[in-house]
């Protein structure tokens, strides 16, 4: 019988802190562990719950299919003030292996002034980092029974697969309404740079895993029985 993969898997947040209501970027990669070169696999998972109480606010479910990782928007205009939530990633439904990271949800500020509620969404994706320069968004929908088409109001089908620029005023809004399960594709111009970095952050995690945690393990066994 085959054994399960079980990749390495890196999971980041940009950034790791917004106000309710603004978009917020996810990026996860998986990678092989012997050779650490991205690996494809067929079906990643994710799901995203409060910190504080577990609330689900984003049901687990596949965000992609036979590929080696994501980058994609998400709102938050279902999730609360002076929270933080856990984005779980994994190519297992049962979250083993999995990877996570947090973000927050901060306060809201009273001192900056009012903006059109179109282009909220995507004023912090303007990258500081030349790295992180977007090229397009494409919307993505979970393609299933449960997307809103006609006669329903608003209409996510409409938007399927459709490509905005940076820079359009016909941007949809993420979420488009309560629940929604659509989300934003963000193609960066250098996605290859990112991957590298994320890479060397897995480096990181497989060295942790390998050294740290059994030096660790030693230690307080050590200190336990007084050796």
Not at 89 to 107: D, H
Not at 108 to 126: C, G, M, N, V, Y
Not at 177 to 206: E, Q
Request: charged content about 25%.
């Amino acid at each position: 019988m085959a054994q399960p993969i079980r990749p390495l898997i890196v999971v980041e947040a940009i950034p790791t802190s917004v106000e309710k209501g603004q978009t917020i970027a996810l990026s996860a990669r998986f990678f092989d562990k012997h050779t650490l070169l991205p690996l494809d696999v067929s079906r990643i998972y994710m799901t995203i719950t409060s910190e504080k109480d577990g609330t689900v606010v984003w049901p687990l479910e596949i965000v992609r299919k036979n590929a080696s990782g994501f980058d994609i928007m998400i709102g938050t205009d279902d999730m609360q003030h002076d929270q933080f939530y856990l984005v779980r990633v994994s190519n297992n439904r049962n979250l083993s292996p999995s990877a996570a990271t947090t973000f927050e949800i901060g306060k809201k500020s009273t001192i900056l002034p009012i903006i059109p509620l179109l282009i909220t969404p995507l004023l912090f994706i303007e990258p500081k980092d030349p790295d992180r320069e977007v090229d397009k968004y494409i919307f993505r929908t979970q393609m299933d029974a449960r997307v809103c088409q006609p006669p329903k109001e608003p209409n996510c089908k409409e938007h399927e697969n459709q490509e905005f620029k940076p820079g359009d005023t016909n941007i949809p809004h993420i979420p488009v309404h309560l629940r929604c399960r659509c989300t934003m594709d963000v193609i960066y111009k250098d996605p290859d740079k990112i991957t590298a970095d994320m890479r060397s952050a897995a480096l990181v995690g497989l060295n942790y895993q390998r050294y740290k945690v059994p030096l660790e393990a030693i230690r307080v066994i050590s200190s336990k029985l007084k050796v």
